[in-house]
């Protein structure tokens, strides 16, 4: 039986840190574990330029303690119908962005500055795939009358297939993945597509959030699916193959902004991550791929070398993890996977 594991030091490629004291609080809850992350631009006001960008990656590292200061934020532009091409390109090329994110307009936290037509973005579209920058996409369509369970399914037929099929050599992640529709698509697409999978997506299904009373920490964009749609989410973050790596989308609202008549969408899980991911990978009878799918299939992506140091895991008694982090904006709640958590990180 396994009971110790050595991993290179993994990435998160799709992060939320938000920004003043939130981000002061929650940031070392990834950086004490991960050598990079992907940092989503939904503030507000929305990181739309190059100046932007380096604006919040100063931030960033202003606040990351000194004992961790070797964790390298990557950072993104929020695509919006105004975006300048070339001011992509120059901030790309001086290695100040490393990818652009789509939103639809209004699919979720701070998305209401997203696209709605679609046409618009096509210059900033050409321009990436001539430069092969890579788009970083919130797949849902926002349509009233699409039922929110569809939406991920739906936007890959109307919107994601469409732009591809125009953009070719488009590099495009598919962000949090949640239904088999889009493993389907995965596997049916070996070139310039990659996907994300987030912790929680591998263990919660919608009744993990919805039965015996609403669980509002439970609660995200895009939502939690059926059972048979989480199972479709294991075998494919589990099976080894390149085009899946992990983007915990971990994204912290304080529990009054979550616990409210219209609470705020998104998981927090940056603190306990990687022991949750050993207990679905071990489940899995799948604990040797981890490190591809923790580690090396993200880097591969995006072209980048793995970190060159690593973590060690250790399988023993239950670990215990924070239930809060507090912040200057409030107490902010740790995913619980409700189960027993026996891997942690030495160290």
């Known amino acids: 039986m396994t009971e110790s594991l050595i991993l290179r030091r993994p990435d998160d490629w799709h992060l939320h840190l938000r920004d003043g004291a939130l981000l002061k609080a929650i940031l070392p809850e990834t950086a ?41 934020p990557l950072m993104t532009l929020y695509l919006t119908e105004d975006t300048d091409p070339d001011d992509v390109a120059d901030a790309h090329a001086k290695g100040i962005v490393t990818a652009v994110k789509l939103y639809p307009a209004g699919a979720t936290t701070n998305s209401a500055s997203g696209v709605r037509d679609f046409d618009k973005v096509r210059p900033v579209l050409e321009r990436m795939a001539e430069i092969g920058m890579p788009l970083c996409v919130h797949g849902e369509v926002t349509d009233s009358d699409i039922d929110i369970f569809d939406r991920e399914a739906v936007f890959i037929e109307r ?38 999978i987030t912790t929680h997506h591998l263990i919660i299904n ?61 998981v927090f899980s940056a603190t306990n991550t990687i022991s949750c991911l050993a207990e679905v990978f071990e489940a899995a ?37 924070p239930d809060k982090i507090a912040s200057g904006e409030g107490p902010v709640t740790v995913f619980d996977p409700g189960f027993d958590l026996h891997w942690y990180v030495e160290g």
């Open 285 to 321: 009878d799948a604990l040797p791929r981890l490190e591809a799918f923790a580690s090396l299939n993200g880097p591969a992506f995006y072209g980048l070398p793995p970190n060159a140091d690593t973590i060690t895991l250790r399988k023993g008694a239950p670990v215990s993890y």
């Open 32 to 72: 004490r574990h991960f050598g990079r992350a992907i940092i989503m631009p939904n503030l507000v006001p929305p990181v739309v330029t190059g100046a932007d960008a380096a604006a919040y990656r100063a931030r960033i590292l202003a606040a990351c303690p000194p004992e961790m200061d070797s964790f390298k």
């Open 159 to 196: 919107v994601l297939d469409p732009i591809r099929r125009a953009t070719p050599g488009l590099r495009v992640v598919m962000e949090h993945i949640t239904t088999s529709d889009a493993v389907a698509y995965v596997a049916e697409n070996e070139k310039n597509l990659g996907a994300t």
């Open 206 to 266: 919608r009744n993990h959030m919805l039965v015996g009373g609403i669980k509002p920490h439970y609660y995200c964009l895009p939502v939690a699916k059926r059972e048979s749609h989480r199972e479709a989410l294991v075998k494919a973050a589990t099976s080894g193959d390149h085009r899946y790596f992990l983007g915990t989308d971990s994204a912290p609202h304080s529990d009054p902004n979550k616990e409210s008549a219209c609470g705020c969408a998104g």
